[in-house]
């Protein structure tokens, strides 16, 4: 009975999904810096040691394009991230027009790897999950 019960845990625990990450986009420095909080600090001091991919990756900063099909189009705003007291802080090269809106994309890595979300979703392997937060400066 206590083999049974230790495999029912593990099993529990393994299959287990991973709680989607709440992302909050805040402008400070008036209106020239975004402030990014939500995701574990840990994690991203992990990827800032780390050479594989960096913050640009995980939160690319875009503008909002008059036709919003083609959000998927749209360059990166080029722009220094930088991770204090696990909040990262992106200041764009060119500053934020006033007026303007622009979104963060936030890619869901976590989330990607469920199989069955994947199947559920019918989802291409390798392309995540990710959920845009719209700014006006």
Known sequence: ???????LFVVCVGCSKPEPVL???ELVSPGTTLKITGPNSTIL???VRGDSI???VLFPVYIMPVDTGMKDFQ???PGKYRLKGGEVFFTPDTPFKKKKTYFLRYYSYALSGDV???????RPKGKPPYTDYTFTP
């Not at 009975?1 to 495999?7: A, E, N, Q, R, T």
């Not at 069955?116 to 019918?122: G, L, V, Y």
């Open 1 to 7: 009975m206590k083999k049974f019960c230790l495999v």
């Open 23 to 25: 992302v909050k986009t």
């Open 45 to 47: 001091n992990d990827i």
């Open 54 to 56: 960096g913050l640009n």
């Open 75 to 77: 360059e990166p705003q």
């Open 116 to 122: 069955w979300e994947i199947i559920k979703n019918k």
